[in-house]
């Protein structure tokens, strides 16, 4: 009997030990506080909301332009983010050049910035009186200002450093004599990047693009700014739930809910499927 | 024809400085402790180190000459090359990682992997071509590796310690399998390592790379034979004596003479092979002409054989069996004999 119960509690013991490590209990209480604090807003939004209206706010016509709308530009100002901060990650991550602290802190210094004042200070360079915006709509007849480029202009400015910081760290990261080896092998510089770098560096890449998406898609001040706030053209969807908000809080809740939506949904597919959330990365 | 290389690669506090030549046909092993720039030897043949000085040229064409300003990149060096680590590509299956050169060079990706596909085949690997490195063993990650470097059909195959990453369990299956395969291709080899016993089993010639430079080169019976440096004689298992020969037999720069038989004067080495040693707690009436005293300051077994180092005028490295250090009780700062006869010194000229 005494036998059998020490086995059983040896049996107990070495499952403790086996199990996960025991955090420092003031740790757990501020961890938990820490997700209650992201919990709560949620959990508010969900109980004001007018579930019984959901059909007719989704089915207004300004709900749809503004979601369309922000979905459009958001994925543009990624696609510019890709286009243009992989380069640039590339050369902050390999270039040797003076200055180039400078330039990092340059580049990503929007992300550090006040929104509002990233609008202010593209208004100010490219609005029609300002100084490249004047010659764009002279010599080219381009205007930015208060324009869809414009919303797409905004995002990309404030979300691109959030791209280029993340591949920048990959491309660090990665050991390059595996390019190396792709050298040997006879690939030319760009082959070598567009066949190994880049797919090297996918998780990353994948990561920084959902991070620039993400801010792109929630991007307000430098909007509103920069762009202004007209339905169907500059009118995002955070625009749209600001200024609902004023009007109709009902709607505003529900865009809002809309908007946490898609963001979730985007999320939790790429968590499993790059991000490796759980899994082994990469 | 064949690869001449003369290397001077100067990188912080570190010069390479090593001149070689390999036909086609041959394997040469590199054979040098970590550090001794093997690596960055490799590197400079293959074009991912452009050299400082010196000049390397392949069946007569220069790739790599500072002086007129010639330098071939790696992409279009006819080099192959089996990194220490293999460096697969994670992304890309077994088979894709032999395609890629083939790919590289403008082949089709059908014909690409048909092509990697044989290679694969020769290196007994046709079943695990969908398989990621990841999967790999190590052994069969060295295959890959290889199977890459050679489908660019290149005239020069380097593989930097193809046997380091490999437990000892399946390293001497790998050697053999390595070294068959090394048979069938018939350009430059050059082979890097840090062990004598993968030089031996897999090279015709060795060159040995000692802090920065060639300390000696030559098949591996002549190195055996006449090492020229103590780091050389060490590798190749043996005692080196460094002197000059006169009327009283070899002289040491310390002051020690030593019997041998020698048909000429002047500079000289003499090499004592471990096992011509004999060891003894007093001296004994022996017909040896030399004997030396001094206390062990080592004692290494190996396997039922035990190398006792001998700090006398001399340092010695004496050879004798477990039985026998464990009769005479031999423990480290025990003073002792070591015997030898003079016969048994091989003299040679400096």
Known sequence: ?????????????RHRRVGRERLPVPALVLAWLAVAFFALPFIGLLWRAPWGAVGTVIGRDSVRTALWLSIRTSLTATAVSIALGVPLAWMLARGEFAGRGAVRALCTLSMVL?????????????GRRGLFGRYLDEWFGVRLPFTTAGVVMAQAFVSMPFLVLTVEAAL??????VEDAARTLGGSRWYVFSRVTLPTIRPALVAGAVLAWARALGEFGATITFAGNFPGTTQTMPLATYL???????????????????????LVALRDRWLGGGRQAG | MGLQAHVTVRRDGFQLDAELGVEAGEVLAVLGPNGSGKTTLLRAIAGLAPIDAGRIALDGTVLDDPATDVFVPPERRPVGIVFQDYLLFEHLSALDNVAFGLRAAGVDRAAARRRAAEWLARVGLTERGRARPAALSGGEAQRVALARALAIDPRVLLLDEPLAALDVGTRRQVRRD?????????????LVTHDPVDAYALADRVAILDRGRVAQIGTIAEITAHPRSRYVAELVGTNLITGTIGDDGLVTSAGATVAVLADFTGPAFAIVRPQSITVSRTAADTSARNTFVGAIDDIDRIGDRVRVGIDAPIHLTAEITAAALDTLGLRPGDTVCAAVKATDIHTYPQ
């Open chain 1, 172 to 177: 660090r990261q990665l050991d390059r004599r």
């Open chain 1, 1 to 13: 009997m005494t036998g059998t119960a020490a086995a059983e509690r040896g049996a107990a013991a």
């Open chain 1, 244 to 266: 609902a908000l004023e009007t109709d809080p009902d709607e505003a809740i529900m865009i809002a809910l809309l908007l946490i939506a898609v963001s979730f949904t985007v």
């Open chain 1, 114 to 126: 006040p929104p509002v004042v990233a609008g202010v200070a593209l208004f100010a360079s490219f």
């Open chain 2, 178 to 190: 390595l070294r068959r395969h090394l048979e069938g291709f018939e350009g430059v080899r050059i």
